[in-house]
């Protein structure tokens, strides 16, 4: 049997995680053959994606497009979503890290790919800057949890960058907006990583995409080369938003000396006084933390 569906008669041919292609509109599509219960849009996604939570048979999954062309007030045009979208298929097939969603399917139709990834139970911890001090705001509890269960987040986002830079990639626009943390379960989830790269490149932007309290000195420095010590600063950063104010003052660390060590080497301004690489940065971290 042809795997390309067309038409509202096709719905029930095969099951939703076996069509490799459709005819219809992708919203359209996912209406028709299950329940779309949330829809995220230009207000949660500033790419100008379109992705939806969609109920089949049961499952919950979460589809994610680049869109309509000519329809959207993002910030990237509808072929460079198109293009970080199927990157993120590339580097999903490299990494298969426990913390990244499964991704099922890649389901192509006339707009965009609709890339059909495991529903991840939780909460973004992306937050404004007025939400971060709002007790109710998901960033807001997640620092004030334990030290041992954040510490237990730490580990997991840097042993997840330690095997992407481990298959050549770099981390591009990571922030406290690409973490879904589930605080019935206590499990975390990274995604959004469209804009990460195969290998070293040059800052041909000046001031990159990213969050500021995250991204290293050479992210806004026109012609400056992103590589592995980018990365390691960008995880000492998180280890800094989460377990402190955000800035290297000992007194706000809530860590021992030995990790706090760690944290201001990996965010030194000198690339050459920092862990020269993600392997590096783990094992000092891992050290610090086990002795």
């Known amino acids: 049997m042809s795997k390309r569906m067309a038409g509202r008669g096709d719905a029930d041919l095969d099951s939703f995680l076996e069509r490799y292609e459709i005819d219809d509109d992708a919203e359209l599509y996912l209406r028709r053959v299950g329940n779309v219960f949330a829809e995220f849009g230009e207000l949660t996604q500033d790419s100008g994606n379109i992705s939806y939570g ?3 048979e049961g499952s919950r999954y979460f589809v994610k497009t680049g869109g309509r062309p000519g329809e959207s007030r993002g910030v990237l045009s509808h072929p460079t979503r198109i293009q970080l979208l199927r990157n993120a298929v590339r580097l999903r097939t490299v990494c298969n890290h426990r913390i990244l969603p499964k991704l099922y399917r ?3 139709s006339p707009n965009s790919p609709l890339l059909v990834y495991e529903w991840l139970n939780g909460e973004h911890l992306g937050a ?3 939400g971060r001090d709002d007790p109710s705001s998901a960033f ?5 949890m334990a030290v041992s269960r954040i510490l237990l987040c730490l580990d997991d986002l840097f042993d997840l960058h330690e095997q992407i830079a481990r298959v050549g990639w770099i981390a591009v626009d990571f922030y406290d907006g690409c973490i879904i943390y589930d605080f019935t379960s206590q499990r975390l989830g990274v995604v959004d990583l ?3 790269v195969e290998g070293p490149f040059r800052n041909e932007m000046g001031r990159m995409f990213g969050s500021t309290r995250f991204m290293s000195p050479e992210e806004f420095e026109f012609g400056a080369l992103i590589d592995e010590l980018s990365n390691v600063y960008v995880m000492g950063r998180t280890a800094l938003v989460f377990l402190s104010d955000g800035t290297l003052d000992r ?6 000396d030995a990790l706090f060590d760690v944290v201001a080497k990996a965010c030194n301004p000198e690339r050459g006084d920092r862990f020269q690489s993600m392997k590096e940065f783990c094992r000092a971290w891992r050290a610090a933390r086990y002795g």
């Open 54 to 56: 969609v109920e089949v």
């Open 106 to 108: 890649v389901i192509e």
């Open 128 to 130: 404004t800057r007025a």
């Open 140 to 144: 807001y509890r997640f620092r004030s």
């Open 194 to 196: 469209d804009m990460y």
């Open 251 to 256: 007194g706000g660390f809530r860590g021992t």
